[in-house]
């Protein structure tokens, strides 16, 4: 009997990425959704609220929850963080669990494994960079990982060159549930655009600036607007804010060149994203310890109020 349109089954349903910091969870999801929405650094804690993107094909739709990274809280900041990952525990249809391919499981992948067991949902444990190790290796780690808890599956990934991620993506669909399009076919992520903006600004602050101020930086996109008498330009202006005065003279730079360089990079990424022209001016400010002000952390939109 030939297959007709009915027979065809829509799955649709949420996967959360859950992960230490600096694993790899932003970078995946924007391979898997094949554009940029979440910012990638070589520095921890980069993602600071929950993303949500969408993947879809003929087979159906995957809702991700692209998390902050599990890990001790030190301020309110980061307290908020670790509470918004584990909260996605409760809220999706299955967690991908990424790790580095190594045989040390330290007590940040410890204190996951054990949250991960109360999950009732299917997990898969994602090991990524497995570009970075040889094949026998990568067998010990599986089996190291395997000891701590049981896993509905186990796929290896690199997350970089994109190695296994169509096979990662077969078996998501292997445990999603019949279910309807949650999202229009050309959406992908649920952030409105100045957080994006924001997000890609920060993201060039992370990656040029030293390692001791990141942590301590927020930007703001103070206006945002296409130009009355030209619908192709973004007159953009944004705020870095940092928590020391010291901070500010070396994001700033030499006769502004740091914070030139800043925006020069973030504006290229930003018009990609916008796909129109961007006038991107920047400031600097100071705001003390308001990693640890709730008004701040607000006003910031990092301490959105989590329900129950």
Known sequence: MENSDQDIVFKSGFVSLVGRPNVGKSTLMNR??????????????????????IFHDGRGQIVFLDTPGIHKAKNKLGEYMVTVA?????????????????????????????????ASIPVILVMNKIDTV???H???????????MEFSEIVPVSARTGESV????DVMFGYLPEGPQFYDEDTVTDQPERQIVAELIREKALRLLSDEIPHGIAV?????KLRHNNKNLYDIDATIICERDSHKGIIIGKQGQMLKKIG???????EEFLQKKV???????????????????KNFGYNKKLDG
């Open 220 to 224: 703001a996109v103070d206006q945002m």
């Open 264 to 270: 020069i990079k973030a504006r290229v990424e930003i």
């Open 166 to 169: 169509e096979h990662l993506i």
């Open 138 to 148: 990568l067998l010990e780690c599986i089996d190291a990982y395997q000891e701590i």
């Open 86 to 118: 584990e909260r996605t525990f409760d809220e999706v249809d299955v967690i991908l669990w990424l790790v580095e391919a190594s045989t040390f499981i330290g007590k940040g992948e410890r204190h996951i494994a054990e949250q991960l067991k109360k």
């Open 134 to 136: 040889k094949k026998e």
């Open 279 to 297: 006038n991107l001016k920047l400031w600097v400010k100071v705001k003390k310890d308001w990693r640890d002000s709730d008004f701040l952390l």
């Open 32 to 53: 898997i959704i094949g554009q940029k929405i979440a910012i990638t650094s070589n520095k921890p804690q980069t993602t600071r609220n929950r993303i949500q993107t």
